[in-house]
C-alpha cells in the first residue's frame, strides 16, 4: 500500500488530466492510502512510546531500589497489612466481644495484708506486684468453675481500706457470652463462684478463708452486674477519671464540675486516709430535673459503680446545702451533666467516726427543751451507722417522751426495718418518715435506746426533742391521748378537725347533733360546708366572714382564712384579693353527646362507657407500649398520678412512660406525649401504699386546640369537705374484674360514695389519714387492676366544678364486698404538689 501511494503521486504530478479522469475505484485507493498511513504512524509512535516507557520503568526502578524509597514502601506495605489485620480482628474479635461481652464490679477483703500508701497509685511497683498476684488468683478460680470458657479475664482496678484492716480489692470480671449462653453467667451466679471457693477452706467459724492461698473475708464479697459503659469509662487510663485524696481530717477539699463547654460523663473517686469518713457537701447543683436520664449525680460507697454501693442518687437540682457520709474511706462520684449552663460545685472532707454514746437526765418538769440527733447530723443518714442513748428520769414514777418532727416509730412486724431500727429495752420497733410531729413514750425511768441505719442507701436525717412525763398520766387533764403520742384537748375531738394529724381524734365519732335553734354555736361540722342543713340556712351564712385559720379553713392568699371550707372556684368571690377563683379553667367538661345512665357493656367494675369529652383530665400511662396505669392532668406540662405505678427501678425511668390525652377508646389518644421528669413522694411507704402520689412531668405540653376534649381536673382546697351532694365518680380503663383476662377500650365510669374515715378502718384497720375509702357494700362498683393513678372526681353541689378528691391506690381484690376501693387523698398534698409544679 506503501508503494502504490508512492506510484500514484508520480503519476500526479506527471500528468494531471490523468488525475482529473480518475476513477471511482482510484478515488477509494487513494482514501484507503491515507489510512493506511495514519496507521502506521500510530504504530512508529507505539514504539516510540514503548522506548520511552521502557526507559522510564528501568529510572523509576532505580530510583525505588534507592534505600529511602524502599524504607517508604515497605512501611506502606506494613501499614496496609496492619489496617486489614485490624479490621479482621474487629469484624470477627473485637466487635464479637463487644456485642457479646458481660461486665461485672466485685469487691473483696484481703484481711492479713498491710495496706501501704503505695496501694493508692495504680503505676507503682507495690500496686502491680499485688494486683498481678490477686488477677492471677481470681483468673484461676474462674478457669477452673463451670464457666471456664465464657471467661475473659480479670482486672484490679484499685486497693484501698475499708475502716476494718487489710486491703478492699476492686476488680472488674469480663465474660464473653453468646446468647444462648447469657443465663449461665448471671449476676449471682458469678458471685456464688467466688464465695464457693472461700466457703470451702473455710475454719474456725471466722468469715475468713483461703482462696488458692489468699485470705478473703466471704461477708466482703460483693459482685454486681454492670454496663459497657461503665467499665469502659472507669478503666485504667481512661480521661473520664479524676482521684482526689483527704489526707488531714476536717480539711475541706474543694470538688467543682461544669458542663458550660460540652457534656460531662465522668467519675470522680475520692479517697481519705485510713481509718476515716468521707463527707461530701453538695452547696449547688445545676440540673435539668429527669430522673437521671440526662443529667444527674450517683454517689457509691466504692471506688467502682456498683449498684449494691450506692449511698445517694441527685435527679434534681439542689439550691441549699446538701451533705452525705460514706461507709468507709472511699468514695465514688458518677456525673452525668448535658451541654448547657450545669453545673457541681462543693467539697468533701476526712471524718473521724462518730461515736454516738449518750447518757442522758432528763428534767423534772416535763418540756420538751433538749434533742438527740441522728448519727453525723445533719448529713444523710448513711446505710452503715449506729447509735446509743441510755436516759435516766428523777424518778421512778417518770418516763422518757421522745417528740419527733417527721419520724414515728411502730412495732417491728414480719417486714423489716427500711429506715431505722430501733431497739428500746427488749422491745424492737421501726421508724418510718410522716410530714408531722410524733411523740414516742417510755414507760421506764432509765430506758436504753439503740438506734441503727437500716436503709439501703442514705436516708433523711432525724432529730427529737426529749422529756420527762408521769408515766400514770401522759396527757394533762381534760387532754385527749392521740395515736401519734400528741396531747390534744378532749374539746377538740369529733371537732372535723384533724387535731391529732392521724384523725385519731376523728375516728369512732357518732354524726354531731344539729343544733339549728339553740343557743350555743353550732358544730364545725356543718357550718359553712356548702350544704344547707338548718331550715333557716343559719349554718350558711356570713361564710366569707374572717376566722382564726386551721385545717378546715379555707386560707386566702393574703393569709387570711374565712369560714367557708369549699370556697375555691365555687363562683362566689369569698376573699377580698379574689384568690379563691384564681386558676378555675379546670373542671368544667363539655361532652360531645349527652351523657346517660345506661349500663353499658364494659365496666371498671359495675361501670358504664363514658362519652367523648365527660372526662377531659383522664389519662392512659402506658409503659413500654402498653397500659399500665391511669392519671390526670393538672397543668399544660403536669399530670398526678399514683407512686406505685414508678416504685420499682425498671417502673422509674420517664423514657418508657408515654401518656395518651384526650382519649375515649384506647387508641384514639387526641395527644401522645412523651414523660420527661417522675416525682415520686419522698415519703412513700410501698408496704402501707402511705404517701401513694406522684407527678409527671412531660417533654412538650399538650396543644391549647385540644381543648375542651383535653382539660385540667381542679384540684381541692386542704379544706375541701365533702357533703351527700357531692357527686363522685371513678373511670379509668382497668379489668372489669379480678378474674377478667381481657382490657375495655372504652374508657369506663362508675359512681362511687365516699365512706366515712371511721367505716373505712373498721374494713382494713391500719388505713391513714392519707387515704379514704369509697364504694358500695355489695362492692359490685370499684376500681381494678390498670386504673391505678387514676381520678377519683367529685363534683360540686348544684352541677359545680369537678375536683380530684382521690387517687385509685389498692384494695383486697376487686369488687368484694364490704371491701371498698381506698384512694390517696389529694387534699392532703395539696402544698406539695404546689410547691412542685408552680
Same mark, same amino acid.
Given at each position: ?117 503505695? /496501694? ?52 472488674? $470480671? ?18 456464688? &463462684? ?14 475468713? =478463708? ?10 466482703? $464479697?460483693? +459482685? ?54 468521707? !463527707? ?34 441527685? *435527679? ?18 458518677? /456525673? ?7 453545673? /457541681? ?21 416535763? =418540756? ?21 442513748? !441510755? ?24 417486714? =423489716? ?10 422491745? &424492737? ?17 432509765? #430506758? ?60 369512732? *365519732? ?5 343544733? *339549728? ?85 364494659? !365496666? ?88 401513694? $402520689? ?21 384540684? #381541692? ?12 365518680? +371513678? ?12 382490657? #375495655? ?59 380530684? &378528691? ?33
Amino acid at each position: 500500500m506503501g508503494t502504490e501511494r508512492v506510484e500514484n503521486d508520480q503519476t500526479r504530478g506527471e500528468d494531471a488530466s490523468q488525475l482529473d479522469a480518475a476513477s471511482i475505484a482510484d478515488v477509494s485507493v487513494e482514501v484507503s492510502t491515507v489510512d493506511h498511513k495514519l496507521r502506521r504512524k500510530r504504530r512508529c509512535g507505539r514504539r516510540k512510546r514503548h522506548r520511552v516507557k521502557a526507559e522510564t520503568l528501568k529510572a523509576a526502578w532505580a530510583r525505588l531500589l534507592n534505600v529511602p524509597y524502599l524504607a517508604l514502601i515497605i512501611a506502606s506495605v506494613v501499614f496496609v497489612v496492619v489496617v486489614i489485620v485490624w479490621s479482621l480482628l474487629w469484624v470477627f474479635i473485637f466487635r464479637r466481644e463487644s456485642n457479646n461481652a458481660l461486665y461485672f464490679a466485685g469487691m473483696f477483703r484481703v484481711p492479713n495484708v498491710e495496706f501501704i500508701p503505695e /496501694f493508692r497509685q495504680a503505676e507503682s511497683h507495690e500496686f502491680v506486684s499485688m494486683a498481678t498476684e490477686i488477677q492471677d488468683v481470681v483468673s484461676s478460680v474462674y478457669k477452673m468453675s463451670s464457666v471456664s470458657k465464657l471467661y475473659k479475664y480479670a482486672v484490679i482496678s484499685d486497693l484501698s481500706t475499708n475502716n476494718k484492716g487489710g486491703v478492699l480489692v476492686h476488680l472488674w $470480671i469480663v465474660f464473653v457470652v453468646p446468647r444462648l449462653k447469657s443465663p449461665s453467667v448471671c449476676e449471682e451466679c458469678v458471685g456464688a &463462684i467466688l464465695r464457693d471457693s472461700v466457703h470451702i477452706s473455710l475454719q474456725n467459724r471466722s468469715s475468713v =478463708g483461703y482462696v488458692l492461698g489468699l485470705p478473703v473475708d466471704i461477708d466482703s $464479697i460483693l +459482685v454486681n452486674a454492670v454496663h459497657r459503659s461503665d467499665f469502659t469509662s472507669t478503666a485504667t487510663g481512661s480521661q473520664c477519671v479524676d482521684k482526689l485524696y483527704a489526707n488531714l481530717p476536717g480539711v475541706k477539699v474543694p470538688l467543682n464540675v461544669f458542663s458550660s463547654w460540652g457534656g460531662v460523663s465522668c467519675y470522680v473517686k475520692l479517697t481519705a486516709y485510713p481509718g476515716s469518713f468521707i !463527707r461530701l457537701t453538695i452547696t449547688s447543683f445545676r440540673i435539668e430535673p429527669s430522673n437521671c436520664v440526662s443529667d444527674g449525680l450517683t454517689v457509691y460507697g466504692a471506688l467502682l459503680p456498683m449498684r449494691g454501693r450506692i449511698l445517694h442518687r441527685l *435527679c434534681e437540682p439542689v439550691s441549699t446545702p446538701l451533705s452525705l457520709v460514706s461507709t468507709s474511706n472511699v468514695m465514688l462520684l458518677s /456525673f452525668r451533666l448535658t451541654n448547657g449552663n450545669k453545673s /457541681f460545685r462543693g467539697h468533701f472532707q476526712a471524718i473521724a467516726e462518730e461515736m454516738c454514746v449518750s447518757h442522758i437526765e432528763t428534767q423534772l418538769h416535763p =418540756g420538751f427543751t433538749d434533742q438527740i440527733y441522728s448519727p453525723f447530723y445533719p448529713s444523710l443518714l448513711p446505710p452503715q451507722c449506729s447509735c446509743n442513748w !441510755r436516759f435516766k428520769t428523777p424518778n421512778r414514777g417518770l418516763g422518757v417522751a421522745l417528740k419527733f418532727q417527721n419520724y414515728v416509730l411502730k412495732p417491728k412486724d414480719m417486714k =423489716g426495718c427500711e429506715h431505722g431500727w430501733w431497739k428500746v429495752n427488749a422491745m &424492737i420497733f421501726c421508724g418510718s418518715y410522716v410530714d408531722h410531729h410524733t411523740v414516742f413514750r417510755i414507760a421506764d425511768h432509765r #430506758p436504753e435506746v439503740e438506734f441503727r441505719c437500716s436503709s439501703r442507701t442514705s436516708a433523711q436525717p432525724f432529730q427529737a426533742s426529749y422529756s420527762s412525763y408521769n408515766i400514770s398520766q401522759p396527757c394533762p387533764e381534760e387532754h385527749f391521748l392521740c395515736s401519734t403520742g400528741l396531747c390534744v384537748e378532749k374539746t377538740r375531738r369529733c371537732d372535723g378537725l384533724d387535731d391529732c394529724l392521724d384523725e385519731s381524734d376523728e375516728v369512732f *365519732c357518732s354524726r354531731p347533733t344539729m343544733n *339549728c335553734g339553740g343557743n350555743s354555736p353550732l358544730h364545725s361540722y356543718f357550718v359553712c360546708n356548702g350544704e344547707v342543713d338548718c331550715l333557716n340556712g343559719k349554718d350558711e351564712d356570713n361564710c366569707s366572714q374572717e376566722t382564726s385559720c386551721s385545717a378546715i379553713r379555707y386560707q386566702c392568699s393574703s393569709g387570711a382564712c374565712i369560714l367557708k371550707k369549699n370556697a375555691k372556684c365555687d363562683g362566689v368571690h369569698d376573699c377580698w384579693d379574689h384568690s379563691d377563683e384564681e386558676d378555675c379553667a379546670c373542671g368544667d367538661p363539655s361532652p360531645v353527646k349527652k351523657v346517660t345512665s345506661s349500663i353499658g357493656s364494659g !365496666r371498671v367494675v359495675g361501670g358504664v362507657n363514658s362519652v367523648e369529652g365527660e372526662w377531659p383530665w383522664q389519662v392512659s400511662l402506658h409503659f413500654s407500649g402498653n397500659l399500665h396505669c391511669g392519671a390526670s392532668v393538672l397543668s399544660s406540662h403536669w399530670l398526678i398520678s399514683a407512686a406505685h405505678c414508678f416504685s420499682k427501678e425498671r417502673l422509674s425511668d420517664p423514657r418508657h412512660w408515654s401518656a395518651h390525652i384526650g382519649m375515649l377508646t384506647q387508641g384514639s389518644a387526641k395527644y401522645v406525649a412523651e414523660i420527661q421528669r417522675i416525682v415520686v413522694h419522698e415519703y412513700y411507704n410501698a408496704y402501707t401504699f402511705d404517701y401513694d $402520689i406522684a407527678l409527671l412531668q412531660l417533654k412538650k405540653p399538650w396543644p391549647p386546640s385540644l381543648s375542651p376534649l383535653v382539660q385540667p381536673v381542679c384540684l #381541692p382546697a386542704p379544706s375541701q369537705s365533702l357533703t351527700h351532694n357531692h357527686h363522685c365518680w +371513678v373511670t379509668g380503663w382497668g379489668y372489669r374484674s379480678e378474674e377478667d383476662k381481657v382490657l #375495655p377500650t372504652v374508657l369506663q365510669k362508675a359512681k362511687v360514695p365516699i365512706l366515712r374515715q371511721s367505716e373505712c378502718k373498721k374494713r382494713y384497720g391500719p388505713v391513714s389519714s392519707r387515704m379514704l375509702c369509697a364504694g358500695v357494700p355489695s362492692g359490685e362498683k370499684d376500681a381494678c387492676r390498670g386504673d391505678s393513678g387514676g381520678p377519683l372526681s367529685c363534683q360540686a353541689p348544684g352541677g359545680g366544678r369537678w375536683f380530684l &378528691i382521690g387517687i385509685v391506690s389498692w384494695g383486697a381484690g376487686c369488687g368484694r364486698p364490704n371491701l371498698p376501693g381506698v384512694y390517696t387523698r389529694v387534699n392532703k398534698f395539696t402544698s406539695w404538689i404546689h410547691s412542685h409544679i408552680t
